[in-house]
């Protein structure tokens, strides 16, 4: 639905009426920016292996196969941090095209904004560095979808075309993209959270979808005014590409 992005459509940041459940549950974790990634990955891998050694004892007891083991079979939660490594991987190069398409546009345009537009650019590229550094960490290799040089190729023009045409439709775009990875998050942190399970495991994801968070709002912020309908097209096309993305890298 298109009021997903309502939210980029006020001047001087987002609808408070439009604000997600999700939003506001990530602003209840009562996390600020300088607590985010301080975990134990030592204990969010131990979590991850006894919640596949779970599932492996409810689907295969008799064939069990142990987490480390390249031709393990996946779980829901093997499926879903091998899509948040492809989403954190596509958001790293989604700024990479960004920062190369806002240096060709400044040769081509009198856009005074540029200079805002690229350190929003460097700024948000460290901390979704940080979060892909976390999940490199975190997952072994039989456990990372194989597609990754698809998501770096896609992530990049996805930041690429958008600043070429200009600084607006680039936060229009990272607007989008957050919006899914907000909600792609909680729908992780919601039923872990639920069953008790994982909590460090949860406390990272927490981390990373407060920052998510503040990317989306703060690109909603930075649009002003409301969207024309090409944009609100465009944001949907990108939040259904984001989902879809998600969804291979939950299978391959």
């Known amino acids: 639905s298109m009021r997903k992005f309502a939210a980029v459509s006020c001047v ?3 609808c408070p009426a439009s604000i997600s459940r999700c939003s506001i549950f990530c602003r209840r974790l009562g996390i600020s920016s300088n607590q985010l ?3 134990d990955l030592d204990r969010c891998r131990q979590e991850v292996a006894s919640a596949h050694h779970a599932a492996e004892l409810i689907d295969a007891p008799r064939a069990a196969v142990t987490y ?3 031709h393990a079979r996946w779980h829901w939660l093997d499926r879903e941090l091998s899509s948040n490594l492809a989403g ?3 958001a790293v190069y989604i700024y990479h095209g960004a920062k190369t398409g806002l240096s060709l546009l400044s040769a081509r345009s009198g856009d005074v904004h540029l200079r805002e ?25 039989g456990k990372r979808t194989r597609l990754l040089p698809v998501w770096r190729v896609a992530g990049w023009m996805l930041g690429f075309a958008p600043a070429l045409h200009s600084t607006r439709l680039l936060y229009v775009t990272i607007s989008a993209v957050e919006t899914f990875v907000e909600e792609h998050y909680m729908a992780q942190i919601t039923p872990l959270k639920q069953g008790g399970h994982c909590p460090e495991l949860v406390k990272l994801l927490e981390a990373c979808c407060v920052d998510e968070v503040h990317h989306k709002e703060d690109a909603a912020r930075r649009v002003g005014g409301e969207l024309s309908w090409a944009e609100r097209v465009w944001a949907v096309v990108v939040w259904i590409g984001s989902k879809a993305a998600a969804e291979v890298a939950r299978r391959v």
């Open 12 to 14: 001087g940041g987002p």
């Open 37 to 39: 990634h301080h975990h």
């Open 68 to 70: 480390m083991e390249r």
């Open 88 to 90: 954190e991987t596509g």
């Open 117 to 141: 537009a690229m350190a929003f650019v460097e700024t948000h590229r460290e901390v979704e560095a940080e979060h892909l550094a976390l999940f490199e960490q975190l997952l072994p290799g």
